[in-house]
């Protein structure tokens, strides 16, 4: 059934009732969508004495925009001599949480990521569908596979595969390849100009630049020995992760290749501008952010969106990627900036300087 675009309807669990909510905060109503991590819809209605306001329980359903949600969380608030409620719904996408793949495929087994969803998503109630954007080329070992989550399998395989996005429609999953799913833009976020606010958040405790590698075959094919990155440990200090264990490799190199793949040799930048109210902006886009006067110029990945659909003055919240090249970027600016300071500094204390003499 098809329900008109910006109309939040209300519907059971069964499905036996549905309804369209009225008194709601519209300003409020928000949408959350964090790649790969969230997909959510808040809101707060008021007490009506109308049925749709009514059936927010949880596990009930909101619809809105042609997609589905799950109430999760419901808080209910007496305040005032005003009743109202306030909900949290998860995409629909989330039920998976809850639905499992109970069948394993024991041992070690070679699948493609075709074979992989088809034995994970067998049998498995609610009618959801995946569809496969981009080219995932061979086959991968997968160890035990099954007996899981479905969006825990689904983790398994992105981390396998190299799936760069999961991203819900619906009941359908679509998995995307980072060409497939990135689309560059050539639009600037430029602070002060069309966007009021840029936030920059460093950190450096998930970094990474030296581990252990340890062979756990039944004979083990060569003893531990760290794998480091050198120039990471000049710049920041020694910052060791978990070691990384294998079974299977034999070869060292091919073992540092892959201890090197847990390595985080900078640390992360996160970025968090307000849009103009007039522009819209949906993960997966790449964008210019440019803050004059601090020189800083990089191009970012829309990561995450915060969006006020019904609310014609709220602009969206929008954070943007933390790759290496972004921290760089904005590091090179800082040091410049640095240089210019300690500049300015040292000629105005020529500038100021006193001649002690007999006049």
Excluded: C
Excluded at 136 to 165: Q, R
């Amino acid at each position: 059934m098809a329900y008109q675009k910006n109309k939040v309807v209300v519907q059971s669990r069964d499905k036996a009732t549905t309804q369209v909510l009225t008194t709601f905060d519209f300003n409020a109503l928000q949408i959350t969508r964090t790649k790969n991590e969230a997909y959510q819809l808040d809101l707060t209605a008021y007490d009506d004495s109308s049925v749709a306001f009514n059936l927010l329980t949880i596990e009930n359903l909101i619809i809105f925009n042609g997609q589905m949600y799950v109430i999760k969380q419901a808080t209910d608030d007496n305040a005032g001599g005003i009743h109202s409620i306030n909900i949290t719904a998860m995409h629909i996408f989330y039920q998976l949480n809850q639905l499992y793949q109970w069948n394993v495929k024991t041992g070690d087994n070679s699948f493609t990521l075709q074979q992989a969803l088809k034995y994970l998503f067998d049998g498995v109630a609610g009618g959801y569908t995946y569809r496969i954007h981009g080219t995932f080329n061979g086959s991968k070992t997968l160890t035990d596979f099954g007996n899981t989550p479905i969006v825990e399998g689904l983790s398994t395989l992105k981390s396998t595969f190299g799936i760069y996005a999961i991203v819900p429609d619906g009941l359908t999953i679509n998995l995307y390849d980072e060409k497939s799913y990135v689309t560059d833009t050539n639009k600037v976020f430029r602070y002060l100009y069309d966007t009021a606010q840029v936030q920059l958040q460093f950190d450096s405790s998930t970094m990474v630049n030296s581990v252990q590698a340890v062979s756990t075959a039944e004979k083990p094919a060569f003893k531990p020995f760290t794998v480091k990155d050198n120039a990471s440990i000049a710049k920041w200090g020694l910052k060791q992760g978990a070691r990384v264990e294998s079974d299977t490799i034999t070869d060292t190199n091919a073992m540092k290749t892959l201890a090197s793949q847990s390595f985080v040799l900078e640390p992360t930048i996160s970025l968090t501008v307000t849009t103009a109210v007039n522009e819209t902006v949906t993960i997966g886009e790449k964008w210019t952010v440019q803050i004059p006067a601090q020189q800083i110029t990089t191009k970012v990945e829309v990561i995450s969106v915060v969006d006020f659909p019904l609310s014609p003055t709220t602009p969206q919240q929008v954070t943007l990627n933390n790759t290496r090249v972004n921290f760089l970027d904005v590091q090179r600016a800082q040091l410049n900036q640095l240089k210019q300071a300690q500049t300015n500094e040292k000629n105005s204390a020529v500038g100021n300087m006193w001649t002690v003499g007999e006049v």
